[in-house]
């Protein structure tokens, strides 16, 4: 069969007080909308719909390379007329109602309820709450059977105490949908077309419907405002967290982590506090990255130490390399096995050969290292000339003293020498020693000036 889904987020989120929309609001650096939507292509969805309305071209925008359709909704009048903007372009299956601003739902919670829906019954997915308040309630007859769903604001005091309360992600077949949502009324306290009617028409025309309920609450939850997106975040991340553990990874705190990706990693990997994994990591065997660095679409090969205060962008290490602390390896770093990235050094677009070293406060750009090349404190690649990038090529055994600029291009054969403080602008043969500093002088009992006394203003 079929599945259509329709993805809500019309809705304006004036409490998150932003000009963005409420739906782009980033969860684990991945918009909301971005979740459900990769939730439900999961389920082996068929065709996407958002819904859209408030910022609605911003979120068009933003979803630019999914392929999903776009409903508009320009006037926000209730979830049942958000859902009919969609109707017509359902294709005869199911149909499953989402949310953009409910980003936690678990693509498992959604295939059970899907597994429910026939034309004989509905599927409806509720949740009890300690605290039903604002909540749509799911009114039981005495068999138990779901007759109706009243919202909050229209409910009498009894029906405010039920606990049992309407997620608003339903599922039923399109047939269904296109016989109810004509018969929607607005005629409630908020003036609204309410999807949640559509419970009562199945009930009194004998569609059955099934309920199920989430493995947690935080599934179900929505955002409303920051602090509640806040609270989905450790939620998730702590989720993240919990399965690495499993997965054998030491988490020196599963508190203090945030994967906005994914992260996989070999065994016997250490994590310690404050990491940051953005985009595609993975961490093989027995590597340990330090407090607070962060990874970003990175391999780290096995053993590799990734010290303290590191941030690694596009970096792929071969293992058994040390990096930092204080390191920054940004986008085209490529380290062979053993390779030494240490303090306050910055490479970029490097590829190091291996064993090759860059121990201290360096900046290597657009170079080509042999294996155990060694450069020395303070070494520069001057590799941009104002209007184009050139290359620093140094063979293998290479010696490159400290406080060294290498005028890119140039090229520093194998088993060269470079002395302390040159700047070298001209190829540097095999086996040679280049040097481009002033030879040193020295006057012998040189006096020394001596302070002038103070004067009296
Ligand atoms: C809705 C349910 C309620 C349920 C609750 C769960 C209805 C009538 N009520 O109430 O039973 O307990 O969700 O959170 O469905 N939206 C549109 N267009 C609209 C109206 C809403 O796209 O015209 C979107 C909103 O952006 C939001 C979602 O639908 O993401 C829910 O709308 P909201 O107004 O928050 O419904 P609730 O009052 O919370
Ligand atoms: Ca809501």
């Given at each position: 069969?079929a599945l259509d889904v329709v993805i809500?987020?019309?809705?304006?989120?004036?409490?998150?007080?932003?000009?963005?929309?409420?739906?782009?609001?980033?969860?684990?650096?991945?918009?909301?909308?971005?979740?459900v939507i990769d939730t439900a292509m999961e389920l082996g969805t068929h065709r996407l719909h958002?819904?859209?309305?408030?910022?609605?071209?911003?979120?068009?925008?933003?979803?630019?390379?999914?392929s999903v359709?776009?409903?508009?909704?320009?006037?926000?009048?209730?979830?049942?007329?958000?859902?009919?903007?969609?109707?017509?372009?359902?294709a005869?299956g199911k149909v499953l109602?989402l949310?953009?601003?409910?980003?936690?739902?678990?693509h498992?919670?959604l295939a059970?309820?899907l597994?429910?829906?026939?034309?004989?019954?509905?599927?409806?997915?509720?949740?009890?709450?300690?605290?039903?308040?604002?909540?749509?309630?799911?009114?039981?007859?005495?068999?138990?059977?779901?007759?109706?769903?009243?919202?909050?604001?229209?409910?009498?005091?009894?029906?405010?105490?039920?606990?049992?309360?309407?997620?608003?992600?339903?599922?039923?077949?399109?047939?269904?949908?296109?016989?109810?949502?004509?018969?929607?009324?607005?005629?409630?306290?908020?003036?609204?077309?309410?999807?949640?009617?559509?419970?009562?028409?199945?009930?009194?025309?004998?569609?059955?419907?099934?309920?199920?309920?989430?493995?947690?609450?935080?599934?179900?939850?929505?955002?409303?405002?920051?602090?509640?997106?806040?609270?989905?975040?450790?939620?998730?991340?702590?989720?993240?967290?919990?399965?690495?553990?499993?997965?054998?990874?030491?988490?020196?705190?599963?508190?203090?982590?945030?994967?906005?990706?994914?992260?996989?990693?070999?065994?016997?990997?250490?994590?310690?506090?404050?990491?940051?994994?953005?985009?595609?990591?993975?961490?093989?065997?027995?590597?340990?990255?330090?407090?607070?660095?962060?990874?970003?679409?990175?391999?780290?090969?096995?053993?590799?130490?990734?010290?303290?205060?590191?941030?690694?962008?596009?970096?792929?290490?071969?293992?058994?390399?040390?990096?930092?602390?204080?390191?920054?390896?940004?986008?085209?770093?490529?380290?062979?096995?053993?390779?030494?990235?240490?303090?306050?050094?910055?490479?970029?677009?490097?590829?190091?050969?291996?064993?090759?070293?860059?121990?201290?406060?360096?900046?290597?750009?657009?170079?080509?290292?042999?294996?155990?090349?060694?450069?020395?404190?303070?070494?520069?690649?001057?590799?941009?000339?104002?209007?184009?990038?050139?290359?620093?090529?140094?063979?293998?055994?290479?010696?490159?003293?400290?406080?060294?600029?290498?005028?890119?291009?140039?090229?520093?054969?194998?088993?060269?020498?470079?002395?302390?403080?040159?700047?070298?602008?001209?190829?540097?043969?095999?086996?040679?020693?280049?040097?481009?500093?002033?030879?040193?002088?020295?006057?012998?009992?040189?006096?020394?000036?001596?302070?002038?006394?103070?004067?009296?203003?």
């Amino acid at each position: 069969m079929a599945l259509d889904v329709v993805i809500l987020a019309a809705g304006q989120g004036t409490r998150m007080r932003s000009e963005k929309p409420k739906v782009l609001h980033a969860l684990a650096g991945k918009p909301m909308v971005r979740h459900v939507i990769d939730t439900a292509m999961e389920l082996g969805t068929h065709r996407l719909h958002v819904v859209i309305g408030h910022g609605g071209n911003q979120v068009r925008e933003s979803l630019a390379d999914c392929s999903v359709e776009f409903a508009l909704q320009s006037e926000q009048k209730g979830t049942g007329h958000a859902v009919a903007q969609a109707k017509d372009k359902l294709a005869d299956g199911k149909v499953l109602v989402l949310y953009g601003d409910v980003p936690l739902i678990r693509h498992e919670t959604l295939a059970t309820l899907l597994d429910e829906v026939n034309e004989q019954r509905m599927a409806l997915l509720t949740v009890t709450l300690d605290d039903p308040t604002g909540y749509g309630r799911i009114k039981r007859d005495t068999e138990g059977r779901p007759v109706a769903i009243v919202e909050h604001k229209d409910a009498s005091e009894s029906e405010r105490a039920i606990t049992e309360c309407n997620t608003g992600i339903m599922a039923m077949t399109a047939t269904q949908l296109r016989r109810w949502l004509p018969q929607l009324s607005a005629e409630n306290v908020q003036g609204e077309y309410y999807l949640t009617d559509v419970i009562a028409m199945a009930a009194e025309e004998g569609t059955a419907i099934a309920t199920a309920q989430p493995a947690t609450p935080v599934e179900v939850e929505g955002v409303n405002n920051r602090l509640q997106l806040a609270r989905l975040e450790r939620a998730y991340q702590f989720a993240q967290a919990e399965q690495l553990m499993t997965d054998g990874v030491a988490l020196a705190d599963p508190a203090r982590l945030d994967v906005r990706g994914s992260l996989r990693c070999g065994r016997d990997v250490e994590i310690d506090v404050g990491c940051i994994f953005e985009g595609e990591v993975e961490l093989a065997d027995g590597v340990r990255v330090g407090p607070y660095c962060v990874i970003r679409n990175s391999k780290i090969g096995a053993a590799s130490v990734i010290e303290a205060h590191s941030v690694l962008e596009g970096a792929i290490l071969e293992g058994k390399s040390r990096i930092g602390p204080f390191a920054r390896l940004r986008p085209g770093t490529r380290l062979a096995e053993g390779a030494r990235i240490g303090n306050f050094v910055e490479t970029k677009n490097a590829i190091l050969g291996e064993g090759a070293k860059i121990n201290h406060l360096s900046y290597v750009g657009d170079a080509r290292l042999g294996r155990e090349v060694n450069i020395g404190a303070g070494t520069i690649t001057c590799n941009y000339d104002g209007a184009n990038k050139h290359l620093t090529e140094i063979g293998n055994h290479a010696f490159i003293g400290s406080n060294t600029a290498l005028v890119a291009p140039v090229k520093v054969g194998e088993g060269a020498t470079v002395g302390a403080g040159s700047t070298i602008s001209r190829d540097v043969e095999a086996g040679a020693l280049a040097l481009t500093r002033e030879r040193q002088m020295s006057k012998q009992n040189w006096p020394r000036p001596q302070k002038t006394p103070t004067q009296e203003h």
